[in-house]
Nanobody, 127 residues
Framework: QSQLVESGGGLVQSGGSLRLSCAASGFTLHYYPIGWFRQAPGKEREGVACISNSDGSTYYADSVKGRFTFSRDNAKNTVYLQMNSLKPEDTAVYYC????????????????????WGQGTQVTVSS
């Protein structure tokens, strides 16, 4: 059974750091574009970062650029989101996701382009 499992969330003070993990089972993660998304209560799901399966290029939302870093360990079939200089507005449930199709392409931060999602991990940043 194919699945994505996020971990690494928690409670952190403003200015702190967390590293989220997204582990895949049942399929090879790096064959697909991969996205990190977040959703705060009462808000729409927002694309945070993604990595392309065509050339490994990464893209970040303006709100996290310079603070978050997307990386991956193909041997562990896992991707990571290193989050530094966290702010209270980063508080949300964070998800990783992949699209159904694995053809080579640049990734996108549009959640509509992704079909398979993990269960999410809560990140709470206190002021």
């Amino acid at each position: 059974q194919s699945q994505l499992v996020e971990s690494g969330g928690g409670l952190v003070q403003s200015g702190g750091s967390l590293r989220l993990s997204c582990a895949a089972s049942g399929f090879t993660l790096h064959y697909y574009p991969i996205g990190w998304f977040r959703q705060a209560p009462g808000k729409e799901r927002e694309g945070v970062a993604c990595i392309s399966n065509s050339d490994g290029s990464t893209y970040y939302a303006d709100s996290v650029k310079g603070r978050f870093t997307f990386s991956r360990d193909n041997a562990k079939n896992t991707v990571y989101l290193q989050m530094n200089s966290l702010k209270p507005e980063d508080t949300a449930v964070y998800y990783c996701a992949v699209p159904r199709a694995r053809h080579l392409r640049l990734c996108t931060l549009s959640h509509e382009e992704y079909d398979y999602w993990g269960q999410g991990t809560q990140v709470t940043v206190s002021s």
